[in-house]
């Protein structure tokens, strides 16, 4: 319930300060063959343009090696054109949101030895009083934080 009920203020955040364009949740991916199943995905809009993300909510119950596993079937995901073919999109972010920003290093240093080019990490208070589009979102191996709708 509790993992519940982080996805909806997540997708509340994305709702608030953005155009939210389309949510589908984990029952709406399964059967999708992506090679693993999102939390969700989501496609939501800034001025003209269009963004795609996954989001995993991360509460600290997966081991690192789960989360380095989903990281290199979302890393396939991109490169094999799955993504591009299922969703007629060429780019998507993965967003991971944590709990806590020790969970949030951990795992950037764990995933981040396997790419740090799609994915952006937060916690979720973060989102939840700044929203996404603040410059909340860190890369795996940078000192900085960065908005969504940055490079």
Known sequence: LTHQLGLVDIRLAFEQHSTLVRWLADRDLAGLSLGLVPDAYLEYQVGALTYCAFVEYDRG????GRIERKVRAYLDLAQSGRFERTFRRRFFRLCIVTDSVGRLAT??????????????????????HHGPLMSIWRRPGASGSESLTGS
């Not at 119950?61 to 690192?64: G, R, S």
């Not at 795992?107 to 939840?128: C, F, H, K, N, V």
Request: hydrophobic fraction near 35%; charge should be neutral.
């Open 61 to 64: 119950t997966e081991t690192l």
């Open 107 to 128: 795992i950037s240093q764990s995933a981040g030895r396997i790419t740090d080019r799609i994915m952006r990490l937060t916690t979720l208070p973060e989102l939840s």
